[in-house]
């Protein structure tokens, strides 16, 4: 699949990291360099700007290595850019640690998959379906 894309950044294109990845990193497009504090968040611009074809969407997720070893996460995870939006990509990052993490052009600093979705019409009834576990919500199903 080919996706239209407009980089007014520094950086590469994102591209898929290994042969198997399902997400491109996204980088940090700056001007100069940006401090997130303890429990601020912050929205990041990538300089990137796309044309998703009908039927798909781009997903903004964290990267694994950032929250694991630095507590930064995504505000909206994961965020959800439809085939209409035009604008610059931005992502809004969380830092959940309790120091001051930098962020610097070129930081990778989240992950973009590209998915398809399908749209619904509602079917509006009196009764559904019968299963085994029925109402039972959150914790329902246990433990383990």
Not at 64 to 72: E, Q, R
Not at 111 to 123: F, G, T
């Given at each position: 699949m080919n996706i239209k894309i407009i980089n007014r950044s520094k950086n590469s294109l994102p591209a898929y990291e290994t042969l198997h990845a399902a997400g491109m990193d996204l980088r940090a497009d700056?001007?100069?360099?940006?401090?997130?504090?303890?429990?601020?968040?912050?929205?990041?611009?990538?300089?990137?700007?796309i044309e998703l074809p009908e039927g798909f969407e781009a997903q903004i997720r964290p990267?694994?290595?950032?929250?694991?070893?630095?507590?930064?996460?995504?505000?909206n995870s994961p965020g959800t850019i439809d085939a209409d939006y035009r604008g610059e990509i931005k992502v809004l990052l969380i830092n959940f640690s309790d120091q001051?993490?930098?962020?610097?052009?070129?930081?990778?600093?989240?992950?973009?998959?590209?998915?398809?979705?399908?749209?619904?019409?509602?079917?509006e009834v009196e009764v559904l379906t019968e299963t085994l576990r029925g109402v039972g919500g959150y914790?329902?199903?246990g433990l383990s």
């Open positions: 700056l001007e100069e360099t940006l401090l997130l504090k303890p429990m601020e968040r912050k929205l990041v611009p990538t300089g990137l700007h990267r694994s290595g950032l929250a694991f070893k630095h507590g930064i996460g995504i505000v001051v993490f930098e962020i610097n052009t070129g930081d990778r600093i989240a992950q973009m998959v590209i998915a398809r979705h399908e749209k619904i019409n509602w079917d914790g329902h199903t």
